[in-house]
């Protein structure tokens, strides 16, 4: 029989630690909706296109990845991860170039999903406000379904000058 090591003890321990599905505490397998591509465009900006992709549920997580297109020219990578976690599901993502250059040379951000219903999901960033962070600049964001193939991705913001503002983008499956 093989010898269990300390780091395979300590794997075993924080997969048991993490919350076991039930009414009322969800898991990354509650996001299998959000598997396969979807196309959008912002609400503000018709002409600024976004792809995303997302991976079904695997290992207790969930990857994406978005790319924002504006005149033929990407404006921002964006790659996503979304977590079980001891405290629950909580959702990272970060910017980069198209030559895979991080926007954010420092990074804290923290979104732990907060509220859920049959209609939107919510996250908030547990991370404190930092002007000079563009990590911590997201303070909730919210998938909202919009039936079974459509959802908004809205991020209610607090911008480098201190001034709240929303980024959403309404997103539709690709089949």
Known sequence: MKRITSVMMALLLSVAALPAHS??????????????????????????????????PNGRSIVGMMRLVKNDTVLVVELISLVDTPTGVEMRFRHFSPELVAYEPTYKQAMRL??????????????????????????????????????????????????????????????
């Open 23 to 56: 009414q009322g505490v969800r898991t990354t397998n509650d996001f299998r909706w959000l598997a396969g591509k979807w196309e959008g465009h912002l609400a503000v900006d018709a002409n600024a296109r976004a792809e995303v992709t997302f991976s079904p």
């Open 114 to 175: 907060t509220s859920f219903d049959a209609t939107q999901d919510v996250f908030e960033n547990t991370v404190p406000f930092d002007k000079a962070l563009m990590s911590t600049q997201p303070r909730t964001t919210k998938f909202i379904k919009q039936g079974a193939d459509g959802f908004a991705g809205r991020s209610d913001i607090i911008g480098s000058d201190g001034k709240p503002a929303v980024i959403e983008t309404i997103y539709k499956r690709v089949r």
